[in-house]
């Protein structure tokens, strides 16, 4: 499940950051746009419970944007990012907020990018954006999923997984153990004809992967593994 373990390590946002550009409306939703807009191949990033203007967030779009890809950055949270300084308001913004609703949300963001012409799409997220994408999964709106530090997960909905999934954790997580995701991994071995990935970073916890101390060296290069491991998922799928 989400818990307040989800707030910790709240970045300072900035809605004009990144070296792509913010759109008033790509399907349907403001979004952070980065890469060649002819591009075949794209890549929509979902973010945790701190929304799309998360500084860490706009520079993994933009390195993943490098290798070619159109990607994504919808705001799914509609301007309403959670407030990490009124933990009483976390079960409400929550209940506001749910991955079902984005996830109906992301159907047009597909639609406009196969309107550019685009034909294979990918779908990192993470933590609550993590229960989006696997939606996706479930349905073929997706060609390849990635899950980083993933909550708000069932054993079922993996089950569900219909696209090749790599899923990358944190070995000091409440919100998806290492048990937890082990599990996950069984249940997809079951399956031969899902491709995927389980990964559990040692030393880390939730958020690692997005939410990193630009000061932190071991937490950066902790971070740069999540982003080559996603990259080379997408590369493998998208390409």
Known sequence: MASSHCLESPP?????????????????????????AESKAAVILVSDVFGFEAPNLRK????????????????????????????NNWPMWLQAHTPQKAFEEAKPVISALKAKGVSTIGAAGYCWGAKVVVELAKIHEIQAAVLLHPSLLSVDDIKDVKCPISILGAEIDKSSPPEMLKEFEQVLSSSSRIGHFVKIFPGVAHGWAVRYNDDDAAAVTSAEEALQDMTHWFNKYLK
């Open 60 to 87: 993994i779009a933009d390195k993943v944007a490098l290798l070619g890809y159109l990607v994504v950055v919808p705001d799914f949270l509609h301007g309403d990012p959670v407030d990490p300084n009124n933990l």
């Open 12 to 36: 300072a946002l900035n809605p004009g950051g990144g070296a792509g550009e913010v759109v008033a409306d790509f399907g349907g939703l403001k979004a952070y746009l980065a890469g060649p």
